[in-house]
């Protein structure tokens, strides 16, 4: 029972730390990119619209294609990519391979255009997007690391939970040229195969959050579900209490056994407390 009891004593004087989460959110330079209400980015021509959002852990890239017009569109995943720090990596997650021209889409309606090799069949990682309608994927997630952050450089600040409570959290505001994440997305369609489009976007991080002290669900105003935030989650490290815990149950036989012995007393080590 003293085992017990010693164990017990333990996990109330050293509790399990929680998770550290960074809690994101994104903007975005481009004049041509709406921020609508929801958060998500949203990009629009007469033809399309492309909508990405970033909601939910890690930071998934959700791409949402609407094709607005009365003809199939396509959306080749392979010839579309993400550059983090001037590393690309496809869509359709293979090394990627921009031998030709294309149509691009600049923020003042330009286009400059050249030409690919024509398909004759429907090739491996490209979607069909039949008229009047959608399709949206999530083919990559950001995942970032912001531990490599000094703690020095947040400062104090407070979010609220769903309880109305103000919750002390740690802070980071940026522009795009001092953000630790800035990121470009290329976005290739074609409703012609010869005539390829590409929709370029960008994004930067705007805003960190750091905290133990309110979990996502615990967010107030559905922060957790809008398109330009998302988080990180830091599991907490309980080696050392787990490793505690550990001596003081063998140590607890030792207890046990001197307290049906003879002795009448027992010296307890303080590195057990």
């Not at 009365?70 to 993400?82: G, H, I, Q, T």
């Not at 030792?254 to 049906?260: E, F, P």
């Amino acid at each position: 029972m003293k085992q017990i009891f010693c164990i017990l004593v333990i996990a109330m004087l050293f509790p399990a730390c929680s998770s550290t989460f960074f809690y994101s959110t994104l903007n975005t330079p481009n004049e041509y990119v709406e921020k609508v209400d929801n958060g998500d980015f949203l990009l629009e021509t007469d033809s399309l619209w492309i909508a990405y959002c970033f909601k939910g852990g890690g930071g998934p890239v959700q791409i949402t294609v609407f094709n607005k017009s009365d003809k199939p569109l396509y959306v080749d995943w392979k010839r579309s990519a993400l550059i983090i720090d001037n590393v690309a990596m496809t869509y359709a997650g293979e090394k990627i391979d921009y031998s030709g021209d294309w149509d691009t889409f600049y923020s003042n309606q330009t286009y400059s255009w050249g030409g690919f090799d024509s398909q004759a069949v429907l090739p491996k990682g490209v979607s069909f997007v039949p008229p009047q309608t959608m399709i949206s994927e999530t083919p990559l997630s950001l995942n970032p690391n912001f531990e490599h952050i000094n703690n020095k450089s947040y400062r104090d600040s407070r979010i609220g939970n769903t309880q109305n409570i103000a919750v002390k959290v740690k802070r980071l505001d940026f522009e795009q040229g001092n953000s630790p994440l800035a990121f470009k997305s290329y976005l290739t369609v074609y409703f012609q195969s010869d005539r390829p489009l590409v929709y370029e976007q960008d994004f930067y991080l705007e805003t960190l959050l750091k905290t133990n002290a309110i979990k996502p669900l615990e967010l107030a105003g559905g922060m957790a579900e809008r398109g330009d935030f998302f988080y990180v989650e830091k599991p907490a490290n309980n080696t050392a209490l787990y490793t505690t815990l550990g001596i003081v149950a063998g140590a607890g036989l030792i207890v046990v056994g001197v307290a049906y012995g003879d002795t009448d007393t027992v010296d307890y080590d303080d590195d057990y407390w």
